[in-house]
């Protein structure tokens, strides 16, 4: 086995312990009680959503165990799904993932000028991440709206009919949104000032 | 022949909510059906309405609910179909932000006819405002009463659940929407068995589009026949089209089935005509996977008649010179408009959506690809042309699911309609090389080689 296949994302278990918040959980078992006894694997897709949202933005291999453990099914199921959908990321990604649309109609209106002046500005080409680990760039496939091409999401928010100013105004919130510190962020020297 | 139906009292503020949608009238049905109707007299009155499904395929409705096992005693559900990720529809996302409860009316109904106690929505992960305003309304309706236990003193139960997908356009086929649903990946089933005698679970289901089950509320109020009258032959009813592309007013219209597609493209109700003054080139009429017309033979047919918005007229003269009426996603194109490119773009999109799971699409789509990359770039042979159309005309009809036409009558009709486009492609590979898509030239006012 070469050695690339042996560092494969779907291979490498790190081991540190993942586990949901108590509330998180209390979530998770409404949702299994929406489907019928014995079919807690329906609730796979919706459970990795949350996973992703609130374990760090990725997915990797210890998260999905930790899954699968949860819906008392085998890891396999688990990573057959994570590597199928296009919303689940299995690469680490900065906190804003900035997804542009690329299909047709956004396509004639604009949508390559839109990533190439979001790759100029923000110095990465499409699929990678900042160095500071705020922004990672991604050009998908058609997000059903169409009618106020060119769009682009920021982690699931849309942002419709852009252009160049309306990019740098997104952006310019999004920079200054990150360098307001979260409370458990805070030393406790910060927090006594 | 403005007829409202679907997004009826949309202009009146806060009809998002419960309050305000049974002022106006909403949520009349459920009394009606529940308590004064046999879920058999429900689904004969939709199969006289003539109803047909409006996700893309055309199936009537009435139809496909009669097909439902109802003998094997298993559990029945209804489930509704809202992956909305045609390029070029938006019509249900539309719906849902606007007028959420228009649905859940319509799918009360649907359900106690198909004698279904769950009903699920599956939603595209991508629409979380979406998501969020259907769990509201969800829970706005169980607190009144209108779902859960004995609905409304009526003595039928009924769970709604909404449940997210993941980004995958192949869920939008029902199928794979099923195997999604059950925590699977999208890979369609084949059928037989449709899901009417196995499908969620292996039990009998229904799965319909948003906009097909947001009907039935008008339907049982006001009855098949009424309904039947509108529209044309047999395109009964209204639909929502999703405009989009080179024109002055993008947006959802509700027009009445039949109404003429040069008035839907140049009145100023709809589509308000081309943008910026430009000369009309091509129009895709329903969604990226049926095939594209050029201006002569979307505003009139072969036959020189003028051109409907029905599923029979725009289909007339078959995939010649005809198209399909779809899911409705109106996509217009400007003579500035690159019909390679265009088609590169959609043959990209199907590459990545494309399950894998046969092979005929799997490989064919990336082929397709990667040729009309090069013809793109500058860098085709004239054979590739004749090529494509091999390959196309080699995924078509040989795939579990319809993905694989949907990726190859894009491609053949392009070719069809605009050879010349791709032989320009072949002859002039420089001017071709030096156009610069996503270069920010136009922004930086130096005049950009245009090809033709």
Not at chain 1, 43 to 59: K, R, T
Not at chain 2, 52 to 63: I, L, Q
Not at chain 2, 71 to 96: I, W
Not at chain 2, 221 to 250: F, H, M, Q, W
């Amino acid at each position: 086995m070469s050695e690339k296949q042996f560092k494969h994302k779907l291979y490498v278990k790190k081991g540190p312990k993942v586990a949901f918040t108590p509330e998180t959980l209390e979530k998770i078992k409404t949702i299994i009680s929406h489907y019928p006894e014995g079919q807690q694997k329906s609730a796979l897709i919706p459970v990795l959503h949350i996973a992703q949202e609130e374990l760090g933005g990725s997915l990797n291999v210890d998260i999905m165990d930790y899954v699968a453990e949860l819906l008392g099914i085998t890891p396999i199921e688990v990573y057959e799904v994570a590597t199928f959908y296009s919303q689940f990321y299995l690469d680490p990604v900065g906190k804003y993932v900035i997804e542009v649309c690329q299909t047709g109609p956004c396509a004639i209106c604009g949508a390559d000028d839109m990533i190439a002046y979001l790759e100029e500005k923000l110095n990465i080409k499409v699929g990678e991440t900042t160095e500071d680990k705020l922004f990672s760039l991604k050009a998908v496939e058609c997000l059903g709206a169409c009618g106020s091409a060119p769009v682009m999401q920021v982690n699931t928010e849309f942002h419709e009919f852009l252009d160049l100013k309306k990019i740098d105004e997104i952006i310019a919130k999004l920079r200054s949104e990150s360098e307001i510190k979260k409370p458990e962020e805070l030393t406790w020297k910060e927090r006594l000032s | 022949m403005e007829r409202k139906i679907i997004l009826e009292n949309i202009e009146v503020e806060g009809i998002r909510s419960l309050e305000v949608y049974r002022e106006n009238g909403g949520y009349k049905s459920i009394e009606k059906a529940l308590k004064k109707m046999t879920p058999d007299e429900v689904v004969n009155e939709v199969k006289t309405s003539g109803l047909r499904g409006r996700g893309g395929a055309g199936f009537p409705t009435g139809m496909k609910w009669s097909f439902i096992d109802k003998k094997s005693g298993n559990p029945r559900y209804l489930v509704c179909n809202a992956d909305e990720s045609e390029p070029g529809t938006f019509k249900d996302r539309y719906l849902l932000m606007n007028i959420p409860h228009r649905l859940i009316e319509g799918m009360i109904c649907a359900s106690y006819a198909l004698g279904a106690n769950k009903a699920y929505i599956y939603v595209r992960g991508e629409f979380k405002t979406v998501i969020g305003i259907l769990n509201e309304a969800i829970k706005e309706s169980y607190k009144a009463g209108l779902l859960g236990k004995n609905i409304l003193g009526s003595g039928y139960d009924l769970d709604l659940h909404v449940h997210t997908g993941a980004g995958a356009y192949i869920c939008g086929e029902e199928t794979a929407l099923l195997e999604s649903l059950e925590g699977k990946r999208g890979n369609p089933r084949l059928k037989p068995p449709f899901p009417a005698i196995k499908g969620l679970y292996d039990c009998p289901t229904v799965v319909n589009n948003v906009e097909t089950l947001a009907n039935i509320g008008w339907i049982v109020n006001n009855g098949g026949e009424e309904y039947a009258k509108i529209g044309v032959g047999r395109s009964t009813g209204t639909k929502l089209i999703s405009a989009c592309g080179n024109i002055n007013n993008p947006g959802v219209y509700e027009i009445e089935l039949g109404l003429p597609v040069e008035e839907f493209i140049y009145s100023d109700k709809y589509c308000g005509g081309v943008k910026g003054g430009k000369e009309l080139k091509a129009v895709i009429p329903g969604g990226s996977s049926v095939p594209i017309l050029p201006k002569h033979l979307i505003l009139k047919t072969a036959e020189g008649q003028p051109r409907l918005m029905s599923y029979e007229s725009l289909s007339e003269g078959g995939f010649v010179s005809g198209s399909m009426l779809g899911s409705g996603g109106f996509i217009v194109y400007d003579e500035d408009a690159c019909i390679v490119r265009n088609t590169y773009n959609f043959s990209r999109f199907y590459h990545h959506e494309s399950c894998g799971q046969c092979s005929p699409c799997r490989e064919g789509t990336s082929w397709m690809e990667s040729v009309l990359h090069r013809i793109e770039n500058g860098e085709g042979r004239m054979k590739d042309i004749d090529l494509l159309v091999s390959i196309a005309g080699k995924i078509e009809g040989n795939t579990i699911c319809p993905l694989g036409d949907a990726a190859a009558w894009p491609v053949a009709a392009a070719i069809r309609h605009f050879r010349h486009e791709f032989e320009f492609h072949v002859e002039n590979p420089e001017v071709v090389k030096n156009v610069k898509h996503g270069s920010l030239e136009k922004f930086m006012e130096i005049p950009a080689i245009t090809g033709e």
